[in-house]
C-alpha cells in the first residue's frame, strides 16, 4: 500500500543521495552488553537539504529495505518532500539496483558515487551536535595510510597492550627514543597505566616539557600546546571511522578496552592523525616497547630490533634517570610535594648525634643541632652503620627517587638488609596486584619485628610512633591492613588497626578512620562509639558524617542526630550528594585534600557510603534532611 502511494508521487528534477549508513553515535549496552552503533537508511535531497532517516528497529535487523523503506518514507512526507526524486545517488551499486527493481520505476536515474558528501555532512553535523564538539579526523584520513598499515599499527598495539610495560614502568620514567631520528614532539614519552585509569603513551616536545608538565599536572597545560599521545579504550570512544575500520576489517585488539588511537591534539586548531611515516614510528615503538625487559630497562639504555610495515628497523630508547649510577645523589626529586617519609632520615640523623653526645644543657645541644643540620636535607651526611641502617638509608632516597629509580633503591636495600621493613613497602605500593601488595606487606610487618625485637613492643607500646625506628613496621602493617579489607577480610583488618591504636594512640597515621568505616560497615556499634569517643575533639568530615550515622543507628530521627547531622553539614557540605547517590562518585581518591573541600567529601562519602546503605532509613533519611535544608537555605536567599 505505502510503495503504491510513492508510485504514484509527482516526480521532481531532484537527486536523493543516502543508502545505509551506520549512525555517529553509540548505545552503550547494545547486544551482549557491548557497545552498539545502529544502522538506519538516509536519504537527503540534493536540492532542499532536507533529510529523512529511518533507524533500525532492533540492532542487526537491518538489510537493503531498510534504506528502501526510508526512501518511501521521505517522499511520502510532503512537509520534506512530496515527490519523487529524478535520479538516485548511491555507493553501492548493488543496493541501487535492488531499489530501483523493488520501485518498479524505468525513468529513475541511478548513479553510483565514491563517496556520499552529502551524507557524509549530513552524518558529521550530528555527530558534532551531539558530543558539543567537531570530529576528530579518521586514521584513514591521514596522508598514505592504508587499511594494510593500519593492520599492522593495530598488531603491534595489542602486542603492547598484552605485554602490559605498565607494570615496570610509570607516568615518571620519561623515555628518550635515541634512534630512529623522528620530528619534535615524537622523541620524548612517558608509559602510561601504572595509575590503572588511562593505558598507553604520552609524548613530550623535551625534556624540560616533561619535567614542567610533571611539576603542574593540569590538563590544561598538557593540551595548551600541540601534543601526541596514544590512547587505549572501548571502541565506542575512536573515531567513527576507526571504529568501522576495526569491525570491517576485523583488525586485532587485545580486549574490550583495548582500541587504540594515536592523535595529536592541537590548542585551539585541528587534531591530526599520524601519516604514514609517523604511524610506522608508533608501530615500531610500541613493537619495541613490548618486548623490552626489566633487565633491560634496568641498563638505562638499550636497543631492540623489530620488524615494521615499512620493514626492519632499529629503536634505542633511554631511561635518563636511570644512567646514573644507583649510589649516585638524586639528580632529579620527584615533582610537586617532598615525601614526608623522607624527612625522617634528618630526625633519624639528629637522634643518632644527640645519642653520641654529651651536652651541659639543652641550649648547648640546640645550638649544636643547628649548626650541624642547618641547610640542604640531603646535603646532611648519612651516619649509618649497620646493614639496616644503611638499607633504610635506601629506603628514605627512594621515596624521593623517581619512578623506576624508587624501584631499584628498594630491591638494594633488601640486598643489604632483609629486614628493612620500608623497602617492602616501596614494593608493596609499586605492584598493582592486590594480592602480591598483601604479601610484600605482611613481609614488611615480618621484618619489622625482627628489626625490632620483641622487648621494643612490650616496651613502648602507647608512644610507638614517637620512635623513628618504629614507623616502617607501622607502615608496613597499616598497609597490611588496608589490603586485607580490599580482598574483602575485614575482620583480620579491624585487628591490625586495633593494635596499631593500641602502639600509638595519638594515631599519626590516621587509623581511626579506616578503623570507624571498618566498624560501622560490621555493625560493631558498641567499638565504633567508644572509638567516637576516644577522639571527641575531630572536626573532620569523616568522623562527624561517622558520628551522624553511628547516632542514628542508636536513637533514629531525634534532636541529637539533627544536631549530629548538623555539625557534620558544617564541616563539609559536599558529603551528602555522594552518599545519597545523587552524583556518582570519581573513579579514584583525590591526592591531597583540605577540610570542606571537594576532595575530602569524596573521600568520606567512599569510606563510609557501605555503612550509611548498610542502615536501614539512614540513606532516605539523610536525602530528607538535607533536601529540606536546601530548601530552607534558597528560601533565605
Known sequence: MTLARFKRLPRRSDEWQGGLVR??????????????????GIWVSRKTGFVHLKIEPAPGSHDWTLALDALVEFGLKRHLTGYRP????????????????????QDLALTVLPDLPAVQRVLAEMAEHMSGAPLPPNALDAAGVTVDRMRAFAEAAKSFYEAAPWRHLSNEDLIHVEAPGIGRGLSYLTVLGAGGQTFGLGFFESVVDFTETEAAPRPERFLARARWSLFYGPISHLPFGDADLWEEHSLPVAGDDAYPVAIQ????GEPRRPDAGVLSYLEGL?????????????????TRQVETCEGPATYRLCLPHLLEPLDAPSAAPRAGLSDRRAMERVMLEVERFVASSAFDDIDQANEAIRRRFSGPMDAIPSTAATPLEKAQELAYRAFEARGRRRLQLARRALE?????????????EWTGDLVQARDL??????AGERALGSRAFAEHAGHFWGMITTRPYMRARFGLAQCLEELGLRDEAIGHYRELLHLNPNDNQGVRYSL??????????DEAGALLQQFPDEASAMWLYGRALWTFRREGDGPAVRASLRRALSANRRVPKYLTRREELPPTDPPSYGLGS????????RALADAWHATPGAVEWLRTETSAKTSRRRRRS
Open 23 to 40: 549512525l555517529p553515535s553509540w548505545i552503550e549496552r547494545g547486544p551482549g552488553g557491548q557497545p552498539y552503533r545502529p544502522w538506519a
Open 598 to 605: 571537594e576532595e575530602e567529601a569524596v573521600i568520606c562519602a
Open 516 to 525: 570507624l568505616a571498618a566498624l560501622l560497615v560490621s555493625g560493631v556499634d
Open 416 to 428: 643489604l638488609s632483609g629486614d628493612c621493613a620500608d623497602a617492602y613497602v616501596i614494593l608493596a
Open 286 to 302: 610500541l613493537r619495541a616497547l613490548a618486548g623490552t625487559t626489566e633487565g633491560e630497562m634496568d641498563q638505562g639504555r638499550w
Open 86 to 105: 529524478g535520479t538516485l545517488e548511491v555507493a553501492d551499486r548493488e543496493l541501487g539496483v535492488r531499489l530501483l527493481d523493488a520501485l518498479g520505476d
Open 441 to 446: 606487606y605482611a613481609q614488611g610487618v615480618a
Open 265 to 268: 591534539f592541537h590548542p585551539g
